[in-house]
């Protein structure tokens, strides 16, 4: 016997919610007298999310996303009604342009560009057979998609909304969690291999709670709760947590070189690592702060056998007095979130937050996106001219909705053709709704009951992450074939031939996919390195302030966090390779930085030289073409022994000695003068 459905609390709520609004709107619209009322169904639904704060920025973004592709349907259609071939083009290369500007920006604030595009192919596509609605289909649409947005926003801000607070502050205390344990790790067991295991763990989570963090953060100002007024403190975290991880990286490597080069960590050093813990509680007072990061800078000044074991010194001394300044940053701001969320007064902050300015963006996957949207909405238009299929419209739109929708995957084909599945097994539901329930329900209270058992259903297994994708196609099949028809005058043959037409241009989409749009894991991975080697030969070239080196970790951060998934993870050994190799790279960018910004206390012309020596380096693996570095070596140890010898600073010691790690790792412990 076959066991029923269980859905947690959670689950039966938000789809509870969900279908209130959504009734909501299609009871609201069907008085105004709108021609399509379920498209007020189908948005209200679009827009839910189970956070409040979520629903309310996806309703904004997508009400403003619906204004700009109805003012572009506005302008496209009267100006090329004249030629059909000429007005889908132009929707076609809109929605692909919209697509690109989409995917540039991975907040939630890339609603508006993906709905401009998709919202003019909707409302656009039906209008190239008959131009002379066009006026009244863009103001009714947007009027439906309004009313859907109000509703939505409306319910799930008033009943039993749930605040971002609790899962937005899970993700930042598991970050500042997961860097105590990183620090614990390194002092509790050094760099044996048990501790690089669970350092390689905490690096990999750390990297990925700071993308959440800053993902999720877009949504604070649009919270229901106290949390918005806190937005600011929160992005200043993201950023401090961002700047801890090249230092707390940077530590580690210093400790595996200085037990590499004196046969294990110095005694003063372990002591003074195992004395002083208590900084990394929330708690310690100011007192102990200071205390440790004097004990820390002292640590510079102990016994060294050679110049390379000194510079070792003042390199660790440097970035553990960077480290304890860093973490009392992460809890001053910690402090002030709570003050916030109690209601309390918070602090101005006079440094601008780079928020989602320091994530990886791909611009050549977002235009090879784009290009395949436009080439699948054309090649259905064509057809679509070419056979003059009275449902060609529905065809072309789909198209373009598909396109849209799974741009930001590396292979979208298996998500759309389980999607296609599932708008498959939603037509025998539509036909019955269309011609069955709607015809015999003789009021609102009956439709309600008749149409209820599957949309709750449905919503429930909308929350869940693992059955979204097949219950959201369920549900489009459904609530599209309602929206797209006059359910008054509906017949079998138009809902069969509407649902083929939605089916083909889901086709349409997946093939022109496969063959232009889908990449491989390793593909995308090799981008994202070239990626940083443009950015390291960027900071190399030119000199740059503080906050390149913490937008330079904010993206490198992401793109570890990108990186992860699609490394090979059959293969243990390329992925901690490639482990190594990202976080040599993260040191790599921040040690640029700080030389860039110790120039006045190094030899001009030979940190110069260096600096043009390294750019080269990186525009040749970006060009695919890697050139030597050995050059490099030579250059970087003379300059660290004037450093050593005359008043370089411990900065400028600490950039070049990271340097020469991240670079050379198995180079000889001696400096070549």
């Known amino acids: 016997m076959m066991a029923l459905p269980r859905f947690s609390r959670q689950e039966l709520l938000f789809s509870l919610k ?86 540039l920006d991975r907040s939630a604030r890339s609603y508006v560009f993906m709905l401009a595009g998709y919202s003019a192919a909707i409302i656009g596509f039906p209008l190239v057979e008959a131009p002379a609605a066009m006026f009244d ?20 801000s008033i009943v039993l909304p749930q605040g971002l607070g609790p899962s937005l502050l899970g993700v930042m205390d598991r970050a500042l969690g997961d860097a105590r344990r990183w620090l614990g790790d390194l002092l509790g067991d050094g760099p044996g291999d048990a501790g690089s295991e669970r350092i390689a763990a905490d690096r990999q989570r750390l990297a990925l709670e700071i993308t959440q963090l800053r993902l999720l953060s877009t949504h604070v100002p ?50 003074a690592l195992a004395r002083h813990t208590g900084w990394l509680d929330p708690q310690a007072p100011g007192a102990a702060m ?126 759309m053709h389980k999607f296609i599945v599932a708008l498959l097994w939603s037509l025998p539901v539509s036909v019955f709704c269309v011609l069955a329930v709607i015809p015999l329900a003789r009021d609102f209270g009956m439709l309600a009951l008749c149409i209820a058992p599957f949309f709750v259903v449905v919503g429930c297994y909308m929350a869940r992450p693992a059955s979204s994708l097949a219950a959201m196609g369920m549900f489009f099949g459904v609530a599209g074939t309602l929206a797209l028809h006059d359910t008054a005058n509906a017949d079998l043959v138009s809902v069969i031939t509407s649902n083929l037409a939605l089916f083909v241009g889901a086709l349409v989409a997946a093939r022109v996919t496969a063959l232009v749009r889908s990449v491989g894991s390793d593909w995308s991975a090799r981008r994202i390195r070239r990626a940083t080697w443009r950015d390291l030969a960027e900071l ?108 370089g600073g411990r900065p400028a010691i600490a950039a070049l000695v990271g340097l020469r790690r991240n670079l050379f790792p198995t180079a000889p412990t001696g400096l070549h003068p």
């Not at 009027?143 to 859907?148: A, F, K, P």
């Not at 700047?243 to 002591?271: F, M, W």
């Not at 200071?290 to 102990?302: C, M, N, S, V, W």
């Not at 064509?382 to 373009?400: K, L, N, R, Y």
Request: with cysteine; charged share 15%.
């Open 540 to 647: 190399a070239t030119r000199p740059q302030d503080a906050s390149a080196r913490d937008a330079y970790a904010g993206r490198m951060l992401d793109r570890i966090s990108l990186l992860a998934p699609r490394t090979a993870p059959g293969d243990g050994k390329e992925a901690q390779a490639t482990a190594r190799q990202t976080q040599s790279e993260l040191r790599m960018g921040a040690d640029i930085v700080a030389l860039q910004q110790q120039r006045r206390r190094l030899p001009a012309e030979p940190l110069n030289r260096l600096l043009t020596e390294l750019a080269r380096v990186f525009h040749a693996q970006v060009a695919g073409t890697p050139a030597s570095h050995a050059l490099l070596l030579p250059q970087i140890d003379r300059l660290l022994l004037d450093a050593l010898d005359g008043d």
């Open 137 to 156: 289909t863009a103001v009714a649409r947007v009027e439906e998609i309004g009313l859907g947005i109000l509703c939505a926003t409306l319910v799930h």
């Open 290 to 415: 200071e205390e440790t990061r004097a004990a820390f800078l002292a640590l510079a000044d102990g016994p060294a056998a050679s110049p390379w074991t000194r510079a070792l010194r003042v390199d660790l001394a440097t970035r553990l007095d960077e480290l304890v300044a860093g973490w009392r940053a992460c809890m001053a701001l910690r402090g002030d979130i709570d003050v916030g969320l109690a209601g309390g007064a918070m602090p101005p902050r006079r440094t601008a937050a780079l928020g989602q300015r320091v994530l990886h963006l791909d611009r050549g996957l977002a235009l090879r996106s784009a290009i395949t949207a436009v080439l699948a909405t054309c090649t259905c238009c064509a057809f679509w001219i070419a056979t003059a299929w009275p449902s060609g419209s529905a065809a072309a739109m789909s198209t373009a909705v598909f396109c849209s929708f799974f741009a930001t995957m590396d292979n979208p084909v298996p998500a």
């Open 222 to 271: 649009f919270d229901t709760g106290n949390l918005r007024w806190t937005a600011g403190a929160i992005r200043t975290m993201q950023d401090r947590i961002a700047a801890l991880t090249p230092t707390l990286s940077a530590v580690e490597d210093r400790l595996e070189a200085l037990a590499a080069t004196t046969g294990a960590v110095p005694d003063d050093i372990a002591s």
């Open 18 to 103: 969900s279908f209130t609004a959504a009734m909501l709107a299609l009871y609201v619209a069907s008085r105004a007298g709108l021609p399509r009322p379920f498209w007020a169904f189908m948005t209200a639904y679009i827009v839910a999310h189970p956070l409040a704060g979520n629903v309310r920025s996806k309703a904004l973004y997508r009400f403003g996303g619906t204004l700009l592709g109805c003012a572009a349907t506005v302008v496209l259609v009267p100006s090329l009604s004249a030629s059909p071939e000429l007005l889908s083009l132009a929707l076609a290369l809109w929605t692909g342009i919209c697509l690109y500007c989409s995917m």
